[in-house]
């Protein structure tokens, strides 16, 4: 399945109950592997989990960890990108080279990578020598 239709497809199973703001995001592994996740709001708003983190869970929950590339989807006329906080968690798989794809369902709108959108990113590099 492609990363547009996995995205699409689990956009539809988002909670969004509070913000009615649908979100679906897959990622597909080096290995060619795709994962995929959507939003889920809760009512102690905004203590939900993005579709981002959904789809990084559950490629972890696989056994992988390397990102080659994700999409976000979302019925909006600007192009979605990762949150901040989803940014970093891509970061922790991904290189400043993950292609990061914008959609809406019914196509593809945007297109940048890692580094454009986190650049100067915190990384397990900072750690080494930390006492």
């Known amino acids: ?10 956009r539809e199973n988002a909670y969004a ?4 703001f ?3 995001a897959a990622i597909r ?6 994962f995929s996740g959507c939003n889920v709001e809760n ?9 981002e983190a959904g789809a990084v ?8 960890g390397d990102i080659a590339e994700i999409l976000v989807l979302a019925e909006s006329e600007v192009p979605i990108t990762p949150c901040g906080g989803c940014r970093q968690k891509i970061a922790e798989f991904g290189t400043p080279d993950t292609v990061i794809i ?9 297109r940048t990578t890692l580094g454009a959108l986190l650049p100067s990113s915190f990384t397990s590099a900072h750690l080494d020598g930390a006492s």
């Open 1 to 10: 399945m492609s990363l547009f239709d996995s995205a699409r497809q689990v």
């Open 17 to 20: 109950p509070y913000s009615n």
């Open 22 to 24: 649908q979100v679906g």
């Open 29 to 34: 592994t080096k290995a060619g592997d795709v």
């Open 43 to 51: 009512v102690a708003y905004p203590e939900g989990t993005c579709a």
């Open 57 to 64: 869970a559950a490629m972890v929950a696989a056994g992988q």
């Open 102 to 110: 914008s959609a809406n369902p019914r196509e593809v709108v945007g």
